[in-house]
């Protein structure tokens, strides 16, 4: 693709068809014991979910050295401020740091545990089976990179993205968009497994919990999948453990099958996630994620000068790219369907030339205006 005369973009880095899979039935299952105690009765209004902008969550990274600071502040379900990582008064007694006043957003609901960095199909069957026994959440866990000393790395899905991707699995959740909800990780690294349990059942007062059969938990990882179940039994909550959604595609690179890491067993992950995209193999990204993956980026500044053709600074990214090269058959986005489009993916930009020039309005982009490319 010729790049012309396509002005460059300006901008700082800041984020905050369903594939069919087989459903298995759950490999453990504990239910709430009857003489569990009663809780006190707790009234909630309807919610639509919580919100996502980049208004409420903000993240300024350093792509070039791969290093990360960042400040989140967020959005309750009800729309009240939230707390920011940044006050510890706000955050001390709190476990749960985006749900508002209080931690009721997620009382008598099922909790699926996991990291959920890429949302990926075997992700989507733990909502899936949450939503069988009540309102389906995700806790994942922020600032883990930080406390272990990890280098950085982008999310899979852009911050701003993820309430777009939940929302597209409320037709395997009876309906229901999962909602997520994010704890602190320095709050509960030290935790045993069973004061873990013991906080999910007495500050969240959830009704149970989902978890893949790999799921480890606890202080250095020191609980495991059958240990949940038992923790759970003891403090009256459900426990639904999960067979692994296995990677049925086995796509292997130059004759041999990639080391994703230590735990591969075939299973879908974002490990595979992570490693498909980097060589851009995005026919094997879609089946990992039941959909496709869509780059986001954040204009901050826009100039168009040729009208088919588009450049920007692959410093606008929110997430993780595919590896370097030419893709086709890719689709724009900027809030509303765009068209279709050619990228080109170099070390310095992301070129993008649209299918057809009149597809674009006189005046597409506006300053700090999200733009998505979904890749085919």
């Not at 059969?213 to 909550?237: I, P, T």
């Amino acid at each position: 693709m010729e790049r012309g005369g396509a002005a460059a973009l300006a901008c700082t880095f800041r984020s905050s068809s369903p594939s069919q899979v087989s459903h298995w039935p759950p490999l453990l299952r504990s239910h709430r014991r009857p003489s569990a105690a009663p809780r006190a009765p707790h009234f909630l209004l309807p919610t639509t979910g919580r919100r996502c902008s980049y208004d409420s969550q903000k993240r300024f990274l350093d792509t070039s050295k791969g290093l990360k600071s960042f400040s989140l502040s967020t959005t309750s379900l009800f729309g009240r401020p939230g707390v920011s990582l940044n006050d510890e008064d706000l955050v001390k007694d709190k476990l749960l740091i985006d749900c508002g006043d209080d931690q009721d957003c997620v009382l008598d609901g099922i909790v699926a545990l996991g990291k959920f960095d890429a949302l990926h199909i075997g992700h989507r069957e733990l909502a899936m089976h949450a939503s069988k026994s009540g309102n389906p959440f995700l806790l994942s866990f922020v600032g883990m990179a930080e406390v272990l000393g990890w280098e950085y790395r982008p999310p899979i899905v852009a911050h701003c993205d993820r309430k777009r991707v939940l929302s597209s699995w409320a037709t395997y959740c009876r309906n229901v968009v999962p909602v997520e909800y994010q704890v602190e990780f320095s709050k509960v690294r030290y935790l045993t497994p069973h004061q873990f349990v013991e906080k999910l059942s007495t500050d969240l007062r959830i009704k149970g919990v989902v978890a893949g059969e790999n799921y480890r938990f606890g202080y250095k990882a020191s609980g495991d999948a059958a240990e949940l179940v038992k923790l759970c039994e003891e403090f009256g909550l459900s426990a639904f453990i999960v067979r692994s959604v296995m990677d049925t595609a086995k796509r292997s690179y130059n004759g041999a099958t990639p080391a994703v890491n230590s735990s591969d067993k075939g299973q879908v992950s974002s490990s595979r996630v992570r490693h498909a995209l980097s060589v851009g193999e995005m026919e094997y990204v879609s089946k990992l994620l039941g959909r496709k993956h869509r780059l986001v980026l954040t204009v901050r500044e826009y100039s168009l000068k040729e009208r088919k053709n588009i450049t920007i600074p692959k410093s606008c990214m929110l997430n993780m790219p595919p590896a370097d090269g030419f893709y086709e058959n890719c689709e724009l986005f900027n809030g509303g369907y765009l068209g279709l489009c050619k990228v080109v993916i170099n070390t310095e930009t992301i070129d993008i030339e649209m299918k057809d020039e009149s597809s674009l309005p006189p005046n597409p982009f506006q300053e700090n205006q999200q733009l998505g490319i979904e890749f085919g």
